[in-house]
């Protein structure tokens, strides 16, 4: 098979939808969303039959329970697909929405019309169902797709992937506006990589890894996700209750999640109380601490933490600890360790609240919240395709409005310029 | 000199310069502008001088008339640089504003505040009014930039730069916010494409090869601007007036510019009436018309056109001329030929123009307006960096907007994620 030749005829096909998509109504793509999660629905003994074969052979390769319990699709998980649609379905269509027409003093009329990017590639692992989540998004966004799944779910990718063009072709659209890559050759990405003039943007989802090799290569942009290594700062004017509360739910509510707290700052004013609380709570849950001299100092039974724990991402029951003097030095530790994903401070003082607002460069900031808010879902954004830890184009969870761009529309009525 | 360790001293630099420059107050930032405006004006005999002696080896070294032309600073020249610092102060200051907001179901409060991008690099070549234009807008919006001008402007570049820094430091910001690399070493150019921590996006302004080259070995995303093959599309349903008015100074208000039309389509419907009346006038203009079958049997004195013809930017007194059959195939002209920069219909039919303006995938899409239009100052952003030609992140011509992100800001009461 000639990769290089197969990957240019998806990149043609994938540029061709995306004109049709680009001028889809919104009515059009709103079905084929609701065909595509009737289809999947009807035909999940198909989709089954497909992922147990993934799964069979997955298993007989040697792949690890939690590759195995990623990989896996239920009758559960499959609904669940199918109602992810249907919301995308509700959600508003950014396409075609014109800002205001502001006049301007020669004449002529400016405004700015949202419109889809083109094509999106996404490269991700195991999880079968992001070929239909992503896929959903890219979709009603008017945009066409490329996908590339993990090798391990090629057959459930397949048969997702099979849903979705039934859909789509029952809606009047493209079936090309979806293609997955039927290869599990690794060149095939490095050719997609490449194909800049047939490729707007490259979604990675996936593990650190995979996300640096893209960054890499691309010869597009890309909407990439790094490290979330998140802070909670308990200001000494803090509330205590909410402080403890906050805290200890931005650690515990779940450990894998990029905006999980990594590491709690605590101001030295509120330190005994807050500790006092926080200490016996994560003991309980096994958390482990570790901590800087000045906290080990209170909590006795905590590990020592080194300069490289601050600048660990955990995903899982460990945290960081650090006791600092005040608001500029929880800043200045935040902006030194952490990986400007989402950061809190807990407190009651308007003026401070501000300053960490304004100052500290993450993609979140967040006063008296917990971080484990930072998602496309709790912000309103109907779904996510990912969180940018770039600022460029989007930061932060990306939905829609961020597989959009806008360009400029101008009405005159015989206007030139003199 | 080690340049790899030079352009990191640099990088970092403008990184710590950067943060400080995303706090500054609007007033710090603003008087920066204007004091700087006042000492390029104090300092122009020096800046005279400076711009001397680049002229001095320029023409020792043979550079051509309108290379020369381009690097002089002329005192007309220098006001207008000061003047467009003071525009700068005057427009609005982006950073730090927050969208409405909005409560969600959990209680949480979700907006997004404006920011600055960080580290802007800036490529150019022979102008130097560049070095206050682009730095000053790279200042209002929050940003650090790092110049790297042209080598034979390198004595101008650095009395600006130097200009620049005075104005920094007596409104109390970091001088680091604006530096020139001081060697003409090429792989100093290298080397900033490649620190990607330390620069946040590349803006090259120059020629299709300067901007190939920063497109291709940057490791950060780039705001960039390729060609300008811009048409005019005169439909059937024209009004014969404003459309004879608007072709014309579509292409003859200025030849080398981004904006102006290259190939002109017209509608069968009218296009005798249109040629009639512009062919003259495009002969009596000097432009030299390359046309198909069709239009020369209309305008036998004009040459014919080539398939690179419609493919090419002349930037000069040269234009390509097409009869189409109406709309659609006009749309897929533009598509097929064109580069997404501007395109305009001209046309009464209400229906047509906006179909024109939702499926024709430019940049500016226009009706009846002349494609000169399409400009910063023109669209009313007071300013612009350049001209983006992609659709990630900014599209069409980028203003002060265009140079910042957007980050979630949380607003809680010690509220949890259950």
């Known amino acids: 098979m000639d990769i290089k030749n197969y990957m240019q005829e998806i990149g043609k096909r994938a540029r061709r939808a995306a004109r049709l998509m680009a001028r889809a109504e919104t009515k059009a793509k709103n079905d084929a969303l609701l065909k595509i999660a009737d289809i999947i629905l009807a035909q999940q003994d198909t989709l ?36 992810g649609l249907r919301q995308v379905a509700e959600l508003d269509d950014p396409i075609g929405k014109i800002t205001e027409l502001k006049q301007r003093p020669t004449g002529i009329k400016v405004g700015q019309m949202r419109v889809p990017l083109g094509v999106i590639g996404i490269i991700y692992e195991a999880r079968p169902n992001v070929t239909a989540d992503a896929a959903g998004l890219c979709l009603k966004s008017g945009n066409a797709t490329i996908l590339r799944g993990g090798s391990e779910a090629m057959q459930s990718n397949l048969a997702i992937a099979s849903c979705l063009r039934q859909g789509l072709n029952a809606a009047g659209l493209p079936v090309d506006a979806v293609q997955v890559i039927e290869t599990v050759d690794r060149d ?26 893209v960054s890499a290569e691309a010869r597009m942009p890309v909407i990439k996700h790094l490290d979330g ?24 509510q779940r450990y894998g999640t990029c905006n999980t707290m990594e590491c709690l700052l605590v101001a030295e004013g509120i330190a005994k109380q807050a500790l006092e609380k926080l200490g016996p709570m994560f003991k309980k849950a096994n958390v482990e601490i570790r901590g800087c001299d000045r906290s080990r100092k209170l909590l006795p039974y905590i590990k020592s933490a080194t300069e490289d724990d601050y600048r660990t991402e955990y995903l899982g029951p460990i945290m960081s600890l650090r006791i ?34 304004r100052e500290v460069d993450s993609s979140s900031v967040m006063v008296n919240a917990s971080t484990r808010f930072a998602d496309g879902y709790e912000y309103g954004l109907g779904a996510e395709i990912g969180i940018s830890t770039d600022k460029f184009h989007a930061r932060g969870p990306v939905g829609l409005e961020g597989l959009t761009s806008q360009k400029y529309v101008v009405i005159g009525d015989g206007h030139i310029r003199t």
């Open 48 to 83: 089954l039959q497909a992922n147990q074969n993934d799964i069979h052979a997955a298993s007989e390769n040697g792949l690890d329970a939690a590759m195995l319990d990623r990989l896996e699709l239920t009758r559960k998980r499959i609904e669940e697909m199918a109602d």
């Open 188 to 213: 095939a990405v490095g050719e997609l990589l490449r194909m800049s003039e047939y490729v707007d943007v490259i979604v990675p989802r996936g593990g650190k890894g995979l996300i640096e090799r």
């Open 229 to 252: 290594i998140c802070h909670v700062y308990i200001d000494d004017r803090a509330d205590l209750d909410k402080a403890v509360k906050i805290a200890y739910n931005a650690k515990t």
């Open 324 to 357: 600092v003097d005040g608001l500029d030095q929880a800043i200045d530790h935040i902006e030194k360790y952490g990986s400007h994903h989402t950061d809190c401070i807990v407190t009651e003082d308007k003026d401070r609240a501000n300053r960490f607002l």
